[in-house]
């Protein structure tokens, strides 16, 4: 039996569009032994009235991915979720899902693949590689590929930097999120998002939160999502006054995030409230940046 622990992640960061990400001290845990005979899951917490018990479950379809790919047949699997991650909320829980299926089903086939293989699987599977990276290695990390091969880095995130996560009641999934995004954007457009880009991750490996108010905007997604989050500028803006240092929509949204060194509890607060003016019931919490990502907690045969 293996019981691995997964963070929440949220993507973008802002102007980093698929390809920025942070693990978030939030995590789910997947629990995975080998039985005699078939497939038996059980999950307790976030999702458990709809996720699936059976062989379209995406733990179970990911430990698959694995068991194949190192040529290991267990004759039946037992699968535990504990699931603390909020669904469709911008937290990255489908990536903890995959990445959760993927170290579980290395771990008790013999941890025949390293971390990069892991990921490569992970990203063949999500689509996009700002919540797969985070989930599996912790931090803050940077993430490209080319035909061949995926390249990513991890920063630590700057010491006493909090997030707080502002979690709307209402699902938002990534394909419509994506499907409210133009297909071609302006080279201005372009040169504003790598700008700021750059500036993100510099600020974030000197620890200088004073830029990020400049350095968390974007051109190439949010302002395209706004019509699908009620109250979101108005949240970013009162974010802001109480003292964020930057704001930004988690991933896909509708979650938003906002980074700061100071107050986190008066801004929670106040993105809570703000989003109710708006009509949305929300809950905000206060996060720390998870430095370490997915990793086994208990081992035994
Ligand atoms: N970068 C993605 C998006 C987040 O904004 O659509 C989900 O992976």
Same mark, same amino acid.
């Given at each position: ?19 920025? @990400? ?52 267990? &004759? ?62 912790? @931090? ?10 995926? &390249? ?22 990534? &394909? ?6 133009? &297909? ?118």
């Amino acid at each position: 039996m293996v019981r691995v622990q997964v963070p929440a992640s949220t993507a973008n960061l802002g102007p980093g569009f698929d390809c920025l @990400g942070m693990a978030l001290k939030l995590f789910n845990f997947v629990e995975m032994s080998e039985t005699n005979l078939g497939l038996s899951i059980e999950v307790t917490g976030e999702g458990k009235s709809y996720i699936p018990r059976d062989t379209t479950n995406v733990v179970y379809t990911c430990a698959q991915q694995v068991f194949k790919t190192v040529g290991h047949n267990p &004759k039946g699997l037992r699968i535990r979720l504990h699931n603390n991650i909020p669904m469709s909320r911008g937290l990255g829980s489908s990536a903890a899902a995959i990445i959760g299926g993927l170290v579980a089903a290395n771990v008790i086939s013999g941890g025949t693949l390293n971390p990069v293989q892991l990921l490569r699987i992970a990203i063949q599977i999500e689509g996009h590689p700002d919540n797969v990276t985070p989930a599996l290695f912790g @931090g803050i990390t940077v993430y490209a590929h080319t035909d061949e091969e995926v &390249k990513y880095l991890k920063i630590d995130p700057p010491s006493g930097l909090k997030a707080i996560v502002s979690i709307p009641d209402f699902t938002l999934s990534t &394909k419509d999120a994506r499907e409210a995004l133009p &297909k071609q954007i302006s080279l201005e457009d372009a040169v504003f998002n790598i700008g700021r880009t750059a500036l993100l991750i510099a600020s974030l490996q000197r620890g200088d939160l004073n830029l990020l108010s400049v350095a968390m905007e974007d051109r190439l997604h949010q302002s395209y999502r706004a019509g699908l989050i009620p109250g979101m500028r108005k949240v970013f803006a009162a974010a802001r006054l109480a003292g964020a240092k930057g704001v930004a929509l988690s991933g896909a949204g509708p979650t938003l995030i906002a980074l700061t060194d100071k107050n986190p509890d008066l801004i929670a607060k106040v993105m809570k409230e703000t989003f109710l003016q708006s009509g949305v019931k929300a809950k905000s919490v206060v996060l720390d940046p998870s430095l370490t990502g997915a990793r086994a907690l208990e081992i035994k045969n």
